[in-house]
């Protein structure tokens, strides 16, 4: 049961590591760097801050969607768990 649980909760990190990368550097770094290049004509370098910007855009995605899944990994543990005992 425990390596179950070890099972679960690191394929929940896996998940939210790479959908985090996808939702930080896809679609709200796409739109962001797009919208703010329109406003200010940056063109396709733009800033160095805007560049560390991004990275914690990036990180935050990740740590936003492995909370997500890590709580879902859970919740699904324990409905599996309560419904062996019922």
Known sequence: MKTKIVLWKFVAIILGIVFGLFVGLLPI???LR???SYIFHW???GPDWFYWFMILIVVFAIGGSCYIFLNWA???LRRKEFSKVN
């Open 29 to 31: 770094g796409t739109i």
């Open 34 to 36: 797009i919208v703010l």
């Open 43 to 45: 063109g396709d370098s």
């Open 74 to 76: 859970n919740s699904y």
